[in-house]
Nanobody, 125 residues
Framework: QVQLVESGGGLVQAGGSLRLSCVASKRTFSMYAMGWFRQAPGKEREFVASISWSGSNTYYADSVKGRFTISRDNAKNTVYLQMNSLKPEDTAVYYC??????????????????WGQGTQVTVSS
Protein backbone atom coordinates (compact mmCIF):
# COMPACT_ATOMS: atom_id res chain seq x y z
CA GLN A 1 0.00 0.00 0.00
CA VAL A 2 1.25 3.47 -0.91
CA GLN A 3 -0.13 6.69 0.51
CA LEU A 4 0.24 9.73 -1.72
CA VAL A 5 -0.17 13.29 -0.51
CA GLU A 6 -0.32 16.21 -2.95
CA SER A 7 0.38 19.83 -2.13
CA GLY A 8 1.11 23.10 -3.88
CA GLY A 9 -2.25 23.90 -5.39
CA GLY A 10 -3.86 27.30 -5.12
CA LEU A 11 -5.24 30.32 -6.92
CA VAL A 12 -3.10 31.94 -9.59
CA GLN A 13 -3.66 34.41 -12.41
CA ALA A 14 -3.47 33.33 -16.02
CA GLY A 15 0.13 33.26 -17.17
CA GLY A 16 1.37 32.40 -13.71
CA SER A 17 3.10 29.32 -12.36
CA LEU A 18 2.60 26.71 -9.67
CA ARG A 19 4.60 23.66 -8.61
CA LEU A 20 2.71 20.67 -7.32
CA SER A 21 4.38 18.08 -5.13
CA CYS A 22 3.33 14.54 -4.29
CA VAL A 23 5.03 12.71 -1.45
CA ALA A 24 4.81 8.93 -1.23
CA SER A 25 4.81 7.01 2.01
CA LYS A 26 6.93 4.08 0.89
CA ARG A 27 10.70 3.99 0.70
CA THR A 28 10.28 1.81 -2.41
CA PHE A 29 8.99 4.89 -4.25
CA SER A 30 11.56 4.30 -6.98
CA MET A 31 9.75 1.06 -7.86
CA TYR A 32 6.70 2.96 -9.10
CA ALA A 33 6.04 4.86 -12.26
CA MET A 34 4.13 8.03 -11.42
CA GLY A 35 1.49 10.10 -13.11
CA TRP A 36 -0.47 13.31 -12.74
CA PHE A 37 -4.13 13.53 -13.71
CA ARG A 38 -6.71 16.27 -13.35
CA GLN A 39 -10.46 16.56 -13.17
CA ALA A 40 -12.42 19.72 -13.83
CA PRO A 41 -16.03 20.14 -12.64
CA GLY A 42 -18.42 18.18 -14.80
CA LYS A 43 -15.62 16.54 -16.77
CA GLU A 44 -13.88 13.18 -16.81
CA ARG A 45 -10.52 12.70 -15.17
CA GLU A 46 -7.81 13.26 -17.76
CA PHE A 47 -4.14 12.43 -18.12
CA VAL A 48 -1.65 15.26 -17.63
CA ALA A 49 1.83 13.75 -17.41
CA SER A 50 3.68 10.61 -16.39
CA ILE A 51 7.24 9.63 -15.57
CA SER A 52 9.13 6.35 -15.43
CA TRP A 53 10.62 4.98 -12.20
CA SER A 54 14.07 6.34 -13.13
CA GLY A 55 12.82 9.66 -14.47
CA SER A 56 14.35 8.99 -17.87
CA ASN A 57 11.02 8.77 -19.71
CA THR A 58 8.24 11.31 -19.54
CA TYR A 59 4.95 11.80 -21.37
CA TYR A 60 2.58 14.74 -21.57
CA ALA A 61 -0.91 15.46 -22.73
CA ASP A 62 -0.91 17.65 -25.82
CA SER A 63 -2.77 20.35 -23.90
CA VAL A 64 0.12 20.86 -21.45
CA LYS A 65 3.15 20.01 -23.59
CA GLY A 66 5.72 22.79 -23.46
CA ARG A 67 4.12 24.37 -20.37
CA PHE A 68 4.23 21.62 -17.72
CA THR A 69 7.20 19.55 -16.57
CA ILE A 70 7.05 16.36 -14.53
CA SER A 71 10.07 15.31 -12.49
CA ARG A 72 10.88 13.13 -9.51
CA ASP A 73 13.35 12.89 -6.68
CA ASN A 74 13.52 9.28 -5.53
CA ALA A 75 15.66 10.20 -2.54
CA LYS A 76 12.77 12.36 -1.29
CA ASN A 77 9.97 10.00 -2.38
CA THR A 78 8.50 12.94 -4.29
CA VAL A 79 7.17 13.63 -7.76
CA TYR A 80 6.66 17.19 -8.99
CA LEU A 81 4.60 18.95 -11.60
CA GLN A 82 5.92 22.36 -12.58
CA MET A 83 3.15 24.28 -14.29
CA ASN A 84 4.00 27.44 -16.24
CA SER A 85 1.95 29.74 -18.46
CA LEU A 86 -1.21 28.60 -16.73
CA LYS A 87 -4.55 29.07 -18.45
CA PRO A 88 -8.08 29.20 -17.03
CA GLU A 89 -8.75 25.84 -18.69
CA ASP A 90 -6.07 24.29 -16.45
CA THR A 91 -8.42 24.79 -13.50
CA ALA A 92 -9.07 21.39 -11.93
CA VAL A 93 -8.33 19.11 -9.04
CA TYR A 94 -4.93 17.56 -9.69
CA TYR A 95 -4.17 14.02 -8.56
CA CYS A 96 -0.94 12.08 -8.44
CA UNK A 97 -0.97 8.33 -8.94
CA UNK A 98 1.43 5.39 -8.65
CA UNK A 99 1.78 2.38 -10.95
CA UNK A 100 3.63 -0.76 -9.84
CA UNK A 101 4.24 -1.92 -13.39
CA UNK A 102 7.74 -0.66 -14.20
CA UNK A 103 7.51 -1.90 -17.77
CA UNK A 104 5.26 0.96 -18.77
CA UNK A 105 4.76 4.69 -18.29
CA UNK A 106 1.00 4.72 -18.39
CA UNK A 107 -1.26 7.43 -19.70
CA UNK A 108 -4.60 5.93 -18.65
CA UNK A 109 -5.96 6.12 -15.13
CA UNK A 110 -6.92 2.43 -15.08
CA UNK A 111 -3.24 1.45 -14.99
CA UNK A 112 -2.60 3.25 -11.70
CA UNK A 113 -3.24 1.44 -8.43
CA UNK A 114 -2.71 4.21 -5.88
CA TRP A 115 -4.07 7.75 -5.81
CA GLY A 116 -3.68 10.86 -3.72
CA GLN A 117 -6.56 12.94 -2.41
CA GLY A 118 -6.02 15.73 -4.92
CA THR A 119 -5.09 19.40 -4.75
CA GLN A 120 -7.15 22.23 -6.24
CA VAL A 121 -5.64 24.48 -8.89
CA THR A 122 -7.65 27.53 -9.91
CA VAL A 123 -6.48 29.85 -12.68
CA SER A 124 -8.26 33.17 -12.96
CA SER A 125 -8.50 35.10 -16.21
Amino acid sequence: QVQLVESGGGLVQAGGSLRLSCVASKRTFSMYAMGWFRQAPGKEREFVASISWSGSNTYYADSVKGRFTISRDNAKNTVYLQMNSLKPEDTAVYYCAADRNLARVARVSENYEYWGQGTQVTVSS
